[in-house]
T-cell receptor
């Protein structure tokens, strides 16, 4: 059974700081890994998707890396802004494709102005 | 708006009542997923459809839960005889299975409160 862990559970940083969020998974037989953002009481917004054959993906100030063999992914946020405050979730489908996707419990980020 | 939509956004019901939620996926997407999310947790997979076929159901989906996607477009999730433990956010997502691209797009969710 796939287990996904995100550390830390919560993080508070001053505006402008660079930060790293971590996602660990127990079964390396994954199809891809997707990072999401969730604002309070809202649905999930896709940030980045890394295919299992890729090492990293970048979008603006966000960079996600994937190390399948060690079961880890990191989401790097550069020059954090108050608007980045949200919960960040990683999601891992099994190698057979998008059937039962397993989500982590998330990292709640607060960026202080 | 061409994203995933869900209706209603909020539902308050008394224990024992039946409720039904609707999800309209992105129009060309052939897969549709239902998840449940409780406070402080990540979404938990409930079930998914490939077109109109329901291909997998989680053990979380008890006999009181039923989901349909009759014409391969919108989907409904019904909960019968609601219990307080059913209180959660119910999220719908869709994706287009095309080659190696399985990216999921989520709706805003339906928040259910059972009193």
């Amino acid at each position: 059974k796939q287990e996904v862990t995100q550390i830390p559970a919560a993080l508070s940083v001053p505006e402008g700081e660079n930060l790293v969020l971590n996602c660990s998974f127990t079964d390396s037989a994954i199809y891809n890994l997707q990072w999401f953002r969730q604002d309070p009481g809202k649905g999930l917004t896709s940030l980045l998707l890394i295919q299992s054959s890729q090492r990293e993906q970048t979008s603006g100030r966000l960079n996600a890396s994937l190390d399948k063999s060690s079961g880890r992914s990191t989401l790097y946020i550069a020059a954090s802004q108050p608007g980045d405050s949200a919960t960040y979730l990683c999601a891992v489908p099994p190698s057979g494709g998008y059937q039962k996707v397993t989500f982590g419990t998330g990292t709640k980020l607060q960026v202080i102005p | 708006d061409t994203g995933v939509s869900q209706d209603p956004r909020h539902k308050i019901t008394k224990r024992g009542q039946n409720v039904t939620f609707r999800c309209d996926p992105i129009s060309e997407h052939n897969r549709l997923y239902w998840y449940r999310q409780t406070l402080g947790q990540g979404p938990e997979f409930l079930t998914y459809f490939q077109n109109e076929a329901q291909l997998e159901k989680s053990r979380l989906l008890s006999d009181r839960f039923s989901a349909e996607r009759p014409k391969g477009s919108f989907s409904t999730l019904e909960i019968q005889r609601t219990e307080q433990g059913d209180s959660a956010m119910y999220l719908c997502a869709s994706s287009l299975v095309q080659g190696a691209n399985y990216e999921q797009y989520f709706g805003p969710g339906t928040r259910l409160t059972v009193t």
